[in-house]
């Protein structure tokens, strides 16, 4: 029963570096969701995807791209990191019956920027 | 928009006390709300969701929330703290753009439970 993979589960980058998160789920949902978290802001949204071959941005893109391999697949990239994107990133997944369905978590990344 | 507003980022009870952790919502159809929890280092975990139906959900570990549309509110209740209720909590509601769905989060409420 894996659920929502996430990996890696730490980092550590110099800042202008580039990385991929990635994230897997074995649910069949259709929906899966990129969240950054930080202390005393809960959990913000960065980018998500409805259903394969969709993305949409969420309240927080900037310095983010994401793509939507597959059905399974959904992954993060930082193209130049920045000291101000050190945080825990969540991947979530849902089967969405009309938004009644609750969102499946993975265990996060916690990525340091330096 | 629809948002969820969580009072108090930390709260602390004794063992054995009533926890009580406050959520209200604005959404101007009726929401889907859900309570998550999160262990340290660990990823968020449903503890309950209401949808339709009875406005008093049970949700795993004793934790209850009622509905209440003439107060926004679906506060987060568990009538006897145990030590291992100590996590942070997130009050979260679906939100719909263009047929699509996302999940919006609270702030989150740290639980501190005193022996």
Not at chain 1, 18 to 26: G, P, W
Not at chain 2, 5 to 15: A, D, F, I, N, R
Not at chain 2, 21 to 40: A, G, H, I, M, T
Not at chain 2, 85 to 114: H, M, N, P, Q, W
Request: charged share 15%; net charge positive; hydrophobic share 35%.
């Amino acid at each position: 029963n894996a659920g929502v993979t996430q990996t890696p589960k730490f980092q550590v980058l110099k800042t202008g570096q580039s990385m991929t998160l990635q994230c897997a789920q074995d649910m069949n949902h259709n929906s899966m969701y990129w969240y950054r978290q930080d202390p005393g802001m809960g959990l913000r949204l960065i980018y998500y995807s409805a259903s394969e071959g969709t993305t949409d941005k969420g309240e927080v893109p900037n310095g983010y791209n994401v793509s939507r391999l597959n059905k399974r697949e959904f992954s993060l990239r930082l193209e130049s990191a920045a000291p101000s994107q050190t945080s825990v990133y969540f991947c979530a997944s849902s089967g969405l019956t009309g938004g009644r369905t609750e969102a499946f978590f993975g265990q996060g990344t916690r990525l340091t920027v330096v | 928009a629809q948002s969820v507003t969580q009072l108090g980022s930390h709260v602390s009870v004794s063992e054995g006390a009533l926890v009580l952790l406050r959520c209200n919502y604005s959404s101007s159809v009726p929401p889907y709300l859900f309570w998550y929890v999160q262990y340290p280092n660990q990823g968020l975990q449903l503890l309950l969701k209401y949808t339709t139906g009875a406005t008093l959900v049970k949700g795993i570990n004793g934790f209850e929330a009622e509905f209440k549309k003439s107060e926004t509110s679906f506060h987060l209740t568990k009538p006897s703290a145990h030590m291992s209720d100590a996590a942070e909590y997130f009050c979260a509601v679906t939100v719909t753009t263009s047929g699509t769905y996302k999940y919006i989060f609270g702030t989150g409420t740290r639980l501190k439970v005193l022996a």
